[in-house]
Nanobody, 123 residues
Framework: VQLQASGGGLVQAGGSLRLSCAAS????????MGWFRQAPGKERDFVAA????????KYTDPVKDRFVISRDNAKNMVTLQMDSLKFEDTAVYYC?????????????????WGQGTLVTVSS
């Protein structure tokens, strides 16, 4: 599976961005998909994940009620809708795929990674 993330950019605090991750490969629908982020000088942290069917999701607490992860298996696409953005959401965002049924929050559990897209939130 190859992943290509896009949609990052510069936004003011309180604004919104929608990240997309396009996947190649016919088995996309069998993967758990996740979003992680890495701020300058910090480790890569879990943001959200979604099951292969799209019926199960998990979020890190700081983004609950602000971010929504979704997927379209017909289009091999996973998205992250980010609303009410805060300065602390500034990071490079990565999409990832895991051959799993579980919604892992640990980056080492993911098998494939996209190249990252930068989100900058100005205060």
């Amino acid at each position: 599976v190859q992943l290509q993330a896009s949609g990052g950019g510069l936004v003011q605090a309180g604004g919104s961005l929608r990240l997309s991750c396009a996947a190649s490969g016919r088995t996309f629908s069998s993967y758990v998909m996740g979003w992680f982020r890495q701020a300058p000088g910090k480790e890569r942290d879990f943001v959200a994940a979604i099951t292969w069917s799209g019926t199960g999701t998990k979020y890190t607490d700081p983004v609950k009620d602000r971010f929504v992860i979704s997927r379209d298996n017909a289009k091999n696409m996973v998205t992250l809708q980010m609303d009410s953005l805060k300065f602390e959401d500034t990071a490079v965002y990565y999409c990832a795929a895991a051959r799993s049924l579980a919604l892992y929050t640990t980056s080492s559990r993911y098998d494939y990674w996209g190249q990252g897209t930068l989100v900058t939130v100005s205060s």
